[in-house]
């Protein structure tokens, strides 16, 4: 006897809830309380998403095989999950250090340790990124959504080079390290200059994990000399453009978190780990200045269970939630290892909280 599929007839278990971009965009501002939860996530891996869909046939609609499927269930995704903006992937538009089998970078020493390798490299042409997801969605993409593109530099340079490599560097061959930015950042400048063009395109969002548990990973000086200059004309750049900038890093970054809020003037902060800062003591500290987004640990999610889980939303959105700032999502990204029923836990939560 062949087992049954799960009937996609199960009833969504989440309150209903209206997209509204005007509102997202006064809750980025910090313009008061806001009238309801907004969510937001980094990411959300492709099996939670399938599971989504076996559960309440959320791509009922779509013809699976449309070259636009994959385009077409990323809009029913986010928007079952109420999410205004969300990540998009396009060809070629992020440069990636080489990997080992696909999977891993060489810590010790990368494919650049000196000047002849760096001119030897093969670097690509930001001119080849292949913006055509961005001219689907400038076509099809509902007027109350937005999608933002993740660019990283701190971590390709660092990758590149090998950190250990890079560590030497920054001391006995700065010249070299001040290359790499230049020419990673003018690739990702590129790209972006042309991206932030589409009205879809709502945020360039700058992914740096900068952080150990307890420190930054070079000194609060060298984050200065090397990373920050280049974040600011990033920013500075989908600033001109009339876009946000929303920054993700994990660790411990509190020492120079000012540098990010006074200069590189971000719109948002992602990220945050319960062993590092919580969310909620990160509101108490920094929320007039800095808007927030997720901070559900991922490791709750993972591990605990569901009224757990609602009752520590239940908590960060007590302290979060007033005067704005404030989106809830996981405090990193929607890891394929989430039981589905844990991550709806804390959707649900956040659709019927009320300030008290």
């Not at 991922?298 to 302290?319: G, N």
Request: glycine residues 8%; contains cysteine; hydrophobic residues 35%.
């Amino acid at each position: 006897m062949t087992k049954s599929k799960t009937p996609k007839s199960i009833k969504n278990p989440l309150p209903p809830i209206t997209l509204n971009l005007e509102g997202f965009h006064r809750n980025l501002r910090r313009e008061g309380t806001p009238d309801r939860v907004y969510f937001f996530e980094h990411g959300v891996a492709d099996n939670i998403q399938q599971e989504l869909h076996e559960r309440f046939g959320i791509w009922d609609h779509i013809d699976p095989g449309s070259p636009s499927a994959g385009w077409d269930k990323a809009i029913a995704t986010h928007r079952f999950l109420g999410h205004e903006y969300f990540r998009v992937f396009p060809e070629g538009a992020r440069l990636v250090a080489p990997r080992h089998h696909g999977e891993w970078t060489n810590q010790g020493k990368g494919v650049i340790t000196c000047m002849e390798e760096f001119e030897a490299y093969p670097w690509p042409d930001p001119e080849n990124a292949d913006l055509s997801v961005l001219d689907y969605y400038e076509q099809v993409l509902p007027p109350d959504m937005r999608v933002f593109h993740v660019v990283d530099l701190w971590e390709v340079v660092r990758d590149m080079m090998g950190f250990e490599t890079m560590c030497f560097a920054i001391y006995e061959n700065p010249e070299l390290v001040h290359n790499l930015f230049d020419r990673v950042g003018g690739f990702i400048f590129s790209v972006l200059d042309k991206c932030l063009k589409y009205q879809c395109y709502g945020a360039t969002y700058l992914a740096d994990d900068l952080g150990y548990k307890t420190s930054l990973m070079i000194s609060p000086d060298h984050v200065r000399q090397f990373i920050l200059p280049w974040h600011k004309k990033l920013a500075e750049l989908t600033h001109r453009h009339g876009k946000l900038f929303f920054f993700h890093s994990c660790g411990q970054i509190y020492s120079i978190i000012d540098d990010f809020i006074d200069i590189v003037k971000i719109d948002a902060k992602h990220s945050f780990e319960e062993n590092v800062l919580p969310v909620e003591e990160v509101k108490k500290l920094y929320g007039k200045r800095m808007t927030l987004l997720g901070g559900i640990d991922v490791d709750l999610l993972a591990r605990s269970d569901p009224d757990t889980i609602r009752k520590k939303t239940r908590l960060v959105l007590d302290i979060c939630q007033p005067g704005g700032g404030y989106f809830l999502g996981a405090g990193n990204w929607v890891t394929s290892y989430i039981p589905l029923d844990n991550y709806l836990a804390m959707l649900k939560e956040g659709r019927e909280f009320r300030m008290s």
